[in-house]
């Protein structure tokens, strides 16, 4: 089974920082590799999706990077409604999408 | 506007069943991969099962033998058979449509949620 480690586990940034989020797969996955954001009581929003492509509607300033085992996920500038809990995910196995852990990211 | 809705969730003794439904509306289940994600309290995304257009169904090594998907085409909804209930099923369950990116990775993501429903496994 293919497992999928984010670091760190959360995050304290303030707006307008760069923020990096990493995601490391324990075995090739080519560029299978989806980012989701998740706020408080609600369900999972699509962000990037096969590493480094930005889902419509999405703002720019989230981008995706990496190919075979490690990936980040990249906010340029932070703003306000970005303070969430990010997940990568792994497409790479089609019997078994699995999720990274998370990463808390909180308002320093 | 595509929409997806789950019911079903509740609490249940250990030991249990419990179907869940996913009620779609701007997409056709039958035509399109869709799965079902689960978050425990407090704790991350999880993985459950997913079912594809041609049939085939897969599921995570904790609900192997549990837990079955399946589709009503003519509702157009997708259920979640829940057997055996432990604890450790309480969650928000959610199902999501997978969409492929295309040529040339062809790489499965979820781009539709529903708002998810809750199972309590509790005595």
């Known amino acids: 089974d293919i497992q999928m480690t984010q670091s760190p586990s959360s995050l304290s940034a303030s707006v307008g920082d760069r923020v990096t989020i990493t995601c490391r797969a324990s075995?090739?996955?080519?560029?299978?590799l989806n980012w989701y954001q998740q706020k408080p009581g609600k369900a999972p929003k699509l962000l990037i999706y096969?590493?480094?492509s930005l889902q419509s509607g999405v703002p720019s300033r989230f981008s995706g990077s990496g190919s075979g085992t490690d990936f980040t996920l990249t906010i340029s500038s932070l703003q306000p409604e970005d303070f969430a809990t990010y997940y990568c995910?792994?497409?790479?196995?089609?019997?078994?999408?699995?999720f990274g852990q998370g990463t808390k990211l909180e308002i320093k | 506007e595509v929409q997806l809705v789950e019911t079903g969730g509740g609490l249940i003794q250990p030991g249990g069943s419990l179907r869940l439904s996913c009620a779609a509306s701007?997409?056709?289940?039958?035509?399109?991969?869709m799965s079902w994600v689960r978050q425990a309290p407090g704790k991350g995304l999880e993985w459950v099962s997913v079912?594809?257009?041609?049939?085939?169904?897969y599921y995570a090594d904790s609900v192997k033998g549990r837990f079955t998907i399946s589709r009503d085409n003519s509702k157009n909804t997708l259920y979640l058979q829940m057997n055996s209930l432990r604890a450790e099923d309480t969650a928000v369950y959610y199902c999501?449509?997978?969409?492929?990116?295309?040529?040339?990775?062809?790489?499965?993501?979820?781009?539709?949620w529903g708002k998810g429903t809750t199972v309590t496994v509790s005595s």
């Open positions: 079912i594809y257009s041609g049939g085939n169904t």
């Open positions: 999501a449509r997978l969409l492929s990116s295309g040529s040339p990775y062809y790489c499965y993501y979820m781009d539709v």
């Open positions: 096969a590493a480094s």
């Open positions: 075995q090739t996955i080519s560029s299978y």
């Open positions: 995910q792994q497409s790479y196995s089609t019997a078994m999408y699995t």
């Open positions: 701007g997409l056709t289940v039958s035509s399109n991969y």
